[in-house]
């Protein structure tokens, strides 16, 4: 009898945790992207937040952002000014894309990873699985 009873909370706290593990999503979220057009410049008025939330350098980030829209940036206080006009979603699909090459773990595709320099090579240390794997470029 005791055992049924040990089986019926064991199935009962099961249930919920998958319930949890469905409702949970992605713990890791960037914030909407603030952009504000003044002439023929962009102003990314919230780009301060997206560093601190990658954990990674706010120059890096900012330098992978011009390279990729090829075009000027530069910090303004907490903003970022970039040389022409662009749309928020372009900002947003950059970002997608810079996390996925260099913050998610490739292996358990956990956002908890740090960047170490062994010589002048990077890699991306994972602090969920331990894993460790180069990484390419100079945005790190």
Same mark, same amino acid.
């Given at each position: 009898?005791?055992?049924?009873?040990?089986?019926?909370? *064991?199935?009962?706290?099961?249930?919920?945790?998958? =319930?949890?593990?469905?409702?949970?999503?992605? $713990?890791?979220? *960037?914030?909407? +992207?603030?952009?504000?057009?003044?002439?023929?410049?962009?102003?990314?008025?919230?780009?301060? =937040?997206?560093?601190?939330?990658? $954990? $990674?350098?706010?120059?890096?980030? *900012?330098?992978?952002?011009?390279?990729?829209?090829?075009?000027?940036?530069?910090?303004?206080?907490?903003?970022?000014?970039?040389?022409?006009?662009?749309?928020?979603?372009?900002?947003?699909? *950059?970002?997608?894309?810079?996390?996925?090459?260099?913050? =998610?773990?490739?292996?358990?595709?956990?956002?908890?990873?740090?960047?170490?320099?062994?010589? $002048?090579?990077?890699?991306?240390?994972?602090?969920?699985?331990?894993?460790?794997?180069?990484?390419?470029?100079?945005? +790190?």
């Amino acid at each position: 009898m005791v055992k049924s009873e040990y089986e019926k909370l *064991l199935k009962k706290i099961q249930d919920k945790v998958s =319930e949890n593990k469905k409702n949970s999503g992605s $713990r890791f979220e *960037l914030p909407q +992207v603030d952009i504000m057009w003044q002439g023929n410049r962009t102003l990314f008025r919230n780009f301060s =937040e997206f560093p601190k939330i990658l $954990r $990674r350098d706010a120059d890096k980030v *900012l330098q992978y952002l011009s390279k990729e829209f090829a075009t000027p940036a530069q910090m303004a206080g907490d903003k970022a000014v970039f040389v022409g006009k662009k749309e928020p979603h372009d900002f947003t699909s *950059l970002f997608a894309r810079y996390v996925k090459e260099y913050v =998610e773990c490739p292996t358990c595709k956990s956002p908890d990873t740090r960047v170490e320099r062994s010589n $002048r090579l990077a890699f991306l240390i994972c602090e969920a699985c331990g894993a460790k794997s180069s990484l390419k470029g100079n945005y +790190v």
